[in-house]
């Protein structure tokens, strides 16, 4: 993968605003201090530090604002142009698993993080800008706000790289960043990080109030949202007013908020036909006296309707809160039923609520229950069963468990609930535990390895994370050792497609307790496989170079992918069936290369699957009768 390298542009000098507007650039001046709210999201001081006038001893880059869909695949192949990469982990949510933005990029040399950080910084990866700086390990000094400066009103041209040059001129920078929205476009304001507040100070005389580029920009010193939020409470002057009746004026609604303090300025809104739209703004010149009207006037009655009046509100402000208030309730809720919500599943379509209550209220006092149904009214077939105690739903869940009621065929499925975050989160992690037990990876093919926290650390080709390595493990056999479809047609299947086998207690010398063993020709130092095919793409020829058991590794993971896409819940199962069919290899490689022959085997392997599932759960039925 090719990349191009960030051009140099010639730093934006700033120059004194015309005198004509300097008046009003002056005045606007402490309005952009409260205005710096919007900022408060993502500042400089808040992102992982870093800048180019400063050597980390550590050979590690942060790289930030990076699109979502941005890999560590994708990464290894730019900053691996430059010098050998140790390791690279894009950062990601612990639920979703998506991705925050940002990622660090781990050398081998302090010289080859620097050539990479001259080079690349602001290098286009998938469309968007890309800000490299050095990690800096030490949060205090990015929570300090020591040397940190905010900017606002900044041409929507300017960029990271141009405020970078704009601004070293008065010092080391530590950070540099331009806010930008989703579509990577400038909100108009940044944040510049100095190594000393020195700097800072000379960079604000300078700066604040002269021209960059075709605007003139507020400097001042960064302020932490918690101080701007504090001093908003208590000098905000405007009031918004809304379930006004459509006959309420100007003159009525100035003279009812006049009786509070000076009212500076007044609107009610209207729209194209002049005929109020239900809402105004009152702005006062003191905040006691809009703080006073608010209290008073909120509810009260105006021309015949009660009137809604309090602070006004940016749209983001107020989504902000909403959001906030409704996962507090949604926390508040996940907390009062935790622990004593279960989830059922497998009901028949002939089992109602009474029915439930009468088999799970045995156990203990219960709260509610609720059967999922569809738009008909027909049973989805789970629902949920809500206890008073857990000791009440522990009991419900060990007794009624995989037992099969009356009248029914399949057994009960109870648990507790969880809730959607968190299933996905568990499906995430073991599906990614079953792709670590598949084995040694091809040369040339970055490795993922389990890095802090759970996150995904990527290493380049022959690289291998610090305890040990990582070994090709055997698939398991199906039920009684046997493989391949049983006598009637029904699969003797493993218990998972790419199950790691681990053992406990002391192993060979490298191999760390409890970490995955080689076996037969591997023990010792692992064996090199012969190069990649080219391209990258599996082929027979490929891979004949291979061991059986090999093969039927790489073909799998090819397989369980493309299964994944028409059957996420069985590509495990039927990834596995393929492979333990007893078929010669060119037949199962046939499966990746031709796309009508894979879905009809999938449709014979899902149509055996649920034949074997219904003759299973009418074994026990038979013998309770």
């Known amino acids: 993968m090719s990349t191009a390298t960030a051009s140099t542009p010639t ?48 050979a590690s880059l942060y790289v930030g604002e990076i699109s979502g869909d941005v890999t560590e695949g994708i990464l290894f192949e730019i900053f691996n142009q430059v010098g050998p990469v140790a390791s690279i982990r894009v950062c990601r949510d612990t639920l979703t698993r998506r991705s925050l933005g940002y990622a660090y990029v781990n050398f081998h040399s302090v010289l080859d993080a620097e050539r990479a950080l001259d080079a690349l910084n602001n290098t286009p990866i998938k469309g968007r800008s890309c800000r490299i700086m050095w990690s800096q390990r030490d949060p205090s000094i990015r929570k300090s706000g020591v040397g940190n400066i905010f900017i606002k009103n900044l041409d929507t041209d300017i960029g990271h790289k141009e405020l970078h040059d704009t601004f070293s001129a008065f010092g080391n920078i530590l950070s540099c960043k331009v806010a930008l929205n989703q579509k990577g476009e400038s909100k108009g304001y940044g944040f510049v990080h100095f190594e000393s507040a020195e700097s800072a100070e000379n960079a604000i005389q300078m700066v604040n109030e002269m021209m960059l580029g075709t605007k003139t920009v507020y400097v001042g010193h960064f302020r932490p949202r918690k101080d701007r939020e504090a001093e908003k409470a208590t000098s905000w002057t405007n009031v918004y007013v809304k379930d006004l009746s459509l006959e309420t004026t100007d003159e009525t609604l100035k003279a009812k908020f006049s009786e509070f303090g000076t009212v500076t300025s007044l609107a009610v809104m209207k729209g194209e036909n002049g005929e109020s739209k239900g809402f105004a703004f009152v702005n006062f010149e003191e905040h006691e006296a809009a703080a006073k009207a608010v209290e008073a006037l909120n509810g009260a009655e105006i021309d015949g309707k ?149 996150q995904p650390v990527y290493y380049p080709p022959g690289g291998a994370p610090p305890g040990g390595f990582v070994y090709p493990q055997p698939m398991m056999a199906g039920r009684g050792g046997q493989r391949g479809w049983g006598p009637q047609g029904y699969p003797q299947m493993p218990g998972n497609y790419m199950v790691p086998m681990q053992q406990r207690g002391p192993g060979p010398a490298g191999v760390p307790n409890g970490a995955a063993r080689p076996s037969g020709p591997q023990q010792g130092a692992p064996a090199r496989a012969p190069a990649p095919a080219p391209g990258g793409e599996l082929s027979l020829q490929y891979l004949t170079q291979f061991p059986p058991e090999q093969q039927k590794l790489f073909i799998g993971e090819k397989l369980y992918h493309l299964i994944e896409k028409s059957q996420p819940a069985l590509a495990g199962k039927i990834t596995g069936m393929f492979l333990d069919s007893g078929w010669p290899i060119e037949e199962i490689f046939s499966l990746t290369t031709s796309e009508e022959k894979l879905n009809a085997k999938i449709k014979e392997a899902v149509d055996v699957l649920q034949k074997a599932g219904a003759e299973t759960a009418a074994a026990p039925a038979e013998a309770a009768q």
């Open 11 to 58: 730093p934006t000098t700033p120059t004194p605003a015309p005198a004509a507007e300097a008046p009003a650039a002056a005045a606007a001046a402490p309005a952009a201090a409260a205005a710096a709210a919007p900022a408060a999201g993502a500042p400089a001081a808040g992102a992982p530090a870093a800048g180019a006038a400063k050597v980390s001893p550590t």
């Open 306 to 454: 009660a009137i809604y009046a309090g602070r006004a509100q940016k749209k983001s402000e107020r989504e902000g809160e909403l959001r906030k208030k409704f996962e507090q309730i949604k926390m508040e809720r996940l907390t009062k039923y935790q622990g004593i919500n279960l989830y059922v599943k497998n009901l028949e379509d002939d089992i109602d609520e009474e029915r439930i209550r009468k088999e799970f209220g045995t156990f203990g006092e219960i709260k509610s229950i609720k059967i999922m149904a569809d738009e008909k009214g027909v049973s989805r077939g789970f629902g949920f069963v809500c206890f008073s105690t857990p000791e009440e739903a522990q009991r419900a869940i060990t007794e009624m468990n995989s037992r099969i009621l009356q009248g029914c065929t399949k057994p009960l499925y109870v648990a507790l609930h969880e809730p959607k975050e968190m299933r996905r989160h568990k499906l995430a992690a073991r599906h990614a535990a079953g792709r670590k037990g598949t084995g040694r990876v091809p040369p040339g093919v970055p490795q993922m390895y389990p890095g802090p926290n759970g």
